[in-house]
Nanobody, 125 residues
């Protein structure tokens, strides 16, 4: 298993940007996992935002396409989510997650990922 710690959340105005970070640690390195960003707004189910496979392939939700970019720094075992042009509807707790499987379907099954961080709050007003 791996441990995941997110940071970078905050309160911003609509149209501004934030970059979330997630440090991945543990016996297994992050390069053996698919990594993803998910979010959960108050009263709503957790949803996928972006996933990067072990081979570097990326998937985005429709709401994230064109505004968010997922990337990883394998040397520092850190996952990033660059969020631009933020909207009030992006307000949520954002979580990073890791899973050993590979595939575009992973974005659509947040409840089946095996490792989770504690979350970081993003508020857009």
């Amino acid at each position: 298993d791996v441990q995941l710690v997110e940071s970078g959340g905050g309160s911003v105005q609509a149209g501004e940007s934030l970059r979330l970070s997630c440090v991945v640690s543990g016996r297994d390195t992050s390069s053996k996992y698919s990594l993803g960003w998910f979010r959960q707004a108050a009263g709503k189910e957790r949803e996928g935002v972006a996933v990067i496979d072990r081979d570097g392939s990326t998937q985005y939700s429709d709401s994230a396409k064109g505004r968010f970019t997922i990337s990883q720094d394998n040397d520092n075992n850190t996952l990033y989510l660059q969020m631009n042009s933020l909207k009030p509807e992006d307000t949520a707790t954002y979580y990073c997650a890791a899973d050993r499987r590979v595939g575009s379907y992973l974005l659509r099954i947040p409840n089946e990922w095996s490792n989770w961080g504690q979350g970081t709050q993003v508020t857009v007003s």
